[in-house]
């Protein structure tokens, strides 16, 4: 077993040291970064804190829309060919002129994205809700792999049971001989994913600021003047390697 903490968010100003500017590169040559211009960020007791008043829009692709302000890990993390890969950390999720009893009118994320398979693990925390994402998606400038399945999807499972505005702890693990995701809140299982279709192979990390909107045939309508706050301490990352005979 391998144990990693990843932090070190007194580098975030650092780019691409530990943590770099979430995005994509667009077919014109620009770069769509996920970052709120008038975000407050703050790293304080090694926990990074994010206050964004929200103003990001994109008109015409549904996933350059949905995250604000977001940070991806510099490094890629290898899933192991036999085992599972975990990552844990603690959130605090705080929103202010979000519509009531609305998750996805902002809310604070962790999301683990394999950039080889269009893969994402995630999960999303509100005032008083909180989620689990699985989905196969496709993200600007990634090949997804082609399946007899249903190619795209994302299903979210929202619940209450948890802690609202306070700290809460959340672990993902994914086992790849399995093709198998566990999700896990305050260290309950809160949901098993099974018979994932595609195998993943490696997680850059992601810690955002989010909405979730469909657009309108008139373009973005995530953006009405409210502000998330964010706080995310440091990641643990658990690679286990089981052999054949002891699965």
């Given at each position: 077993?391998?144990?990693?903490?990843?932090?070190?968010?007194?580098?975030?100003?650092?780019?691409?040291?530990?943590?770099?500017?979430?995005?994509?590169?667009l077919p014109d040559g620009s770069f769509w970064a996920y970052r709120e211009p008038n975000a407050v960020v703050i790293v304080r007791g090694?926990?990074?804190?994010?206050?964004a008043p929200l103003s990001r829009?994109?008109?015409?692709?549904?996933?350059?829309d949905n995250a604000k302000h977001m940070y991806y890990s510099a490094e890629e993390f290898d899933v192991p060919e036999a085992g599972e890969i975990s990552f844990e950390l603690q959130i605090r999720a705080r929103t202010s002129g979000t519509a009531p009893g609305d998750l996805y009118d902002g809310y604070v994320s962790l999301n683990l994205l394999d950039f080889t398979t269009g893969a994402?693990?995630?999960f999303f925390?509100?005032?008083?809700?909180?989620?689990?994402?699985?989905?196969?998606?496709?993200?600007?400038?990634?090949?997804?792999?082609?399946?007899?399945?249903?190619?795209?999807?994302?299903?979210?499972?929202?619940?209450?049971d948890f802690k609202p505005r306070e700290f809460n702890t959340y672990k993902i693990t994914?086992?790849?001989?399995?093709?198998?995701?566990?999700?896990?809140?305050?260290?309950?299982?809160?949901?098993?994913?099974t018979g994932i279709p595609v195998k993943?192979?490696?997680?850059?990390?992601?810690l955002g600021i989010m909405t979730e909107k469909d657009l309108s045939p008139e373009g973005s309508v995530s953006v009405h003047g409210q502000t998330v706050i964010g706080e995310w301490t440091p990641v643990t990352i658990t690679t286990s390697t089981i052999t054949t005979s002891e699965e």
């Open positions: 077993m391998e144990k990693r903490v990843i932090g070190d968010f007194h580098t975030i100003l650092n780019e691409g040291e530990v943590w770099k500017t979430g995005g994509f590169a090694g926990i990074l804190y994010v206050r829009q994109h008109h015409q692709v549904q996933i350059l994402a693990l995630d925390a509100g005032n008083d809700t909180y989620a689990t994402v699985y989905g196969i998606l496709p993200f600007p400038g990634v090949t997804v792999p082609e399946t007899d399945r249903t190619k795209y999807f994302c299903i979210f499972r929202e619940d209450t994914y086992h790849r001989g399995k093709d198998e995701a566990v999700f896990f809140l305050n260290g309950r299982e809160v949901r098993r994913e993943l192979n490696k997680f850059t990390v992601a």
